[in-house]
């Protein structure tokens, strides 16, 4: 029995969703292009999952200039630390004040109410093609997968 799921809005693989809207980096940061060209970006479900409990969040502050994998925070569980990476250049213009005080929203709503900053990118044409389509992370997973097997 396969442990796959297609749907048109994300692919689960062994219960990890990845939304079908969105690029990703091999650091497991997804990136939302919003209707005005900014970038949203967070961590993934697989990520949150392989943190476990998130219990602090460290966010970069409005107006910092971020580069592509360069770090811009840092998420801290009970488990481990791991550093947040930019899947893009450019200034952040917000951050998710919410994350300050339930830093669990990213266990919770990876995907939505989890997100992390939004960004306004200076070479998004050029720095996309360095991050993964959909299909293309859910292979990387795959591969995770089997390597920990």
Known sequence: MSHEQVAEKSIKING??????????R??????????????????????KSLHDIVYVEMPSV????????PIGTVESIKSVSEIYSPVSGEVINVNNRLSDSPELL??????????????????????K???????????????IREKK
Request: proline residues 4%.
């Open 27 to 48: 650091e497991h940061e997804w990136a939302l292009i919003e209707e005005n060209g900014n970038v949203r970006v967070g961590i993934t479900d697989y990520a949150q």
């Open 63 to 70: 107006g910092s200039k971020v580069n592509q994998m360069n």
């Open 16 to 25: 990890y969703e990845i939304r079908r809207d969105r690029f990703y980096s």
């Open 130 to 144: 360095n991050l993964m389509k959909p299909e293309e992370y859910a292979d990387y997973i795959r591969k995770l």
């Open 107 to 128: 266990n919770t709503s990876p995907y939505d109410d989890g997100w992390i900053v939004v960004i306004k990118p200076s070479a998004l044409d050029d720095e996309i």
